[in-house]
C-alpha cells in the first residue's frame, strides 16, 4: 500500500488551504480529509503507511499518536498561532511532536507555496538550496565564505542588492543583520560544534581563517515575493530538538539573562535573532557532512512581534 497523506482541517483554528492545491505536487499520494481531531486519531490507528500530518490544530494527543505510531512520518502545523500558543498547547513539547510548522498567513501563497516545498523535499530528499522557495529561473548569489575579515563586506553586498531590488531601507538593514548572523554561525558556532581542535578557544571577536576544506558558502535571491538568505558550513552538526529548544528558550523567558547557550559554539540567540527578522527560517543538514541554515522574508507581508505573529520553522534531514 502507497503512503497516504492526512489532512486534519478543524474549526476553530484559521482553515488550511483546500487540499486539491497538494494535488500538483503529490498527483499519486492518497489523501485522506478530516474535520475532528476524533478521526483524524481514529486514521493513524488504522491506517498502516502515513507519509504526512498535516493539521491546523495543535493536538498534543493526536500529535503524539502519531509519532508513536508513525515514527517515520513528517508532521505539518499549519498555525496563524505565535509560537508560544501553540508550544503551551503542546505541552512544550514540539521538540519532539512537530517537523515543521508553516505560518498560515493571510497571503494564502505562501502557506501552499511552504506546503508544497515540504512535501517535496520530504518525497526527494532533495532538501538545499534556496531555489527551492522562489520562482523559477531566479538569478541566485553565491559567495564562498572563509574568514571572518571578510564578513562586513558580504553584509554589505546583500544589503546592497536589497536596496537594489527596492525592498526598502528597513528591510535592506534586517538583511544585514541576517547575513550577519549567519555568517557568524557558518565561521564560528558550526567549527565549535563540530569539535575542530583550534576552535576550542576562539571567542567571537576574534578572527577567523577557515581552511579550504570548511569553507561555507553564502546565497541570495529575491523574486519579487520572497526574499532568501541562506549560509552553508560542512559539519552537519544542527540537530532539530536543539534549534527548537533554542527557539523556546528564547520565547519563554521572563528575563533575557541566563537562558540563552553561551557555551562555545551556544548558537541559541543568533538563531533566534534570524527567526525574529524573517517570516520564516530553513534548516537542511546532512549529518556530518553539511547543514544550511536559511532565512525567508515575504517582502508584501510587514514583520510583527513574535508574541502576535507565527514564523515558519523547518528543519529536513537528508
Not at 494535488?23 to 502515513?50: F, Y
Not at 525574529?276 to 532565512?295: D, F, P, Q, W
Request: glycine share 6%; with cysteine; charged share 25%.
Amino acid at each position: 500500500m502507497s503512503a497516504s497523506l492526512l489532512y486534519v482541517d478543524c474549526s476553530g483554528y484559521k482553515s488550511l488551504p483546500a487540499i486539491e492545491a497538494l494535488r500538483l505536487i503529490t498527483p499519486t499520494t492518497p489523501m485522506e480529509s478530516v474535520t475532528q481531531i476524533e478521526a483524524g486519531i481514529a486514521i493513524v490507528k488504522n491506517q498502516k503507511n502515513l507519509l504526512a500530518l498535516v493539521s491546523n490544530t495543535p493536538d498534543f494527543e493526536l500529535f503524539s499518536l502519531m509519532r508513536k505510531q508513525h515514527p517515520l512520518a513528517q508532521i505539518i502545523l499549519v498555525t496563524e498561532l505565535p509560537m508560544k500558543e501553540y508550544s503551551l498547547l503542546l505541552n512544550g513539547q514540539e521538540e519532539q511532536l512537530v517537523d515543521h510548522i508553516i505560518a498560515n498567513k493571510s497571503r494564502e501563497g505562501w502557506t501552499v507555496h511552504q506546503l508544497r516545498v515540504s512535501l517535496h523535499k520530504m518525497m526527494t530528499k532533495d532538501i538545499f538550496g534556496i531555489e527551492k522557495y522562489l520562482a523559477p529561473h531566479t538569478v541566485i548569489y553565491r559567495e564562498p565564505v572563509r574568514n571572518s575579515a571578510e564578513r562586513e563586506e558580504l553584509n554589505t553586498k546583500v544589503m546592497r542588492f536589497c536596496e537594489a531590488c527596492h525592498l526598502g531601507q528597513h528591510a535592506s538593514r534586517m538583511a544585514f543583520g541576517i547575513t550577519e548572523e549567519l555568517l557568524m554561525n557558518t565561521l564560528y558556532d558550526a567549527p565549535v560544534a563540530a569539535g575542530i581542535e583550534r576552535f576550542k578557544s576562539v571567542v567571537q571577536t576574534n578572527q577567523i581563517v577557515l581552511q579550504p576544506e570548511e569553507y561555507g558558502e553564502l546565497s541570495y535571491a529575491c523574486d519579487g515575493q520572497t526574499l532568501a538568505i541562506s549560509s552553508s558550513d560542512p559539519f552537519g552538526m544542527l540537530r532539530k530538538s536543539t534549534l527548537l529548544t533554542y527557539l523556546k528558550k528564547v520565547l519563554r523567558r521572563d528575563e533575557s539573562e541566563g537562558l540563552i547557550d553561551d557555551k562555545r559554539g551556544g548558537a541559541g540567540l543568533g538563531l533566534f535573532k534570524i527567526l525574529y527578522s524573517s517570516h520564516g527560517l530553513v534548516c537542511n543538514v546532512e549529518v556530518g557532512k553539511r547543514t544550511e541554515i536559511m532565512a525567508l522574508i515575504d517582502v508584501n507581508d510587514q514583520l510583527r512581534d513574535f508574541s502576535s505573529m507565527s514564523r515558519s520553522i523547518h528543519y529536513f534531514l537528508a
